[in-house]
């Protein structure tokens, strides 16, 4: 997915409600997905984490310091934590 169809895709799960214009840009504001993180229901929260662990960890390199490395993760890396935690990835759109 490119970044305008996962912004789009995050939009609709968290049902935002603005004009497409004024849409954030999950993939770009650590604060836009910031907003959205805190639209994961809790059952879900742990599946999240495992979804940000695996793509930091593949993007990254398995490396020392991974906690750090999530903790500072990019906004596209989350955006594609959320979307897999919701259901909504695409691979390879």
């Given amino acids: ?41 809790e059952d879900k929260q742990a599946l999240y984490d495992s979804h940000l662990v695996t793509i930091v960890g593949k993007e990254t390199g398995l490396m020392p310091r991974l906690l750090f490395r999530c903790i500072h993760a990019s906004a596209k890396r989350r955006a594609k934590a959320f979307l897999r935690t919701v259901g909504k990835w695409e691979e390879g759109k």
């Fill in 1 to 41: 997915m490119n970044a305008d169809q996962m912004n789009d895709a995050i939009a609709e799960s968290i049902q935002w409600t603005g004009s497409y214009h004024h849409r954030p840009d999950y993939c770009g504001d650590l604060n836009a997905m910031h907003e959205a993180e805190m639209c994961i229901p």
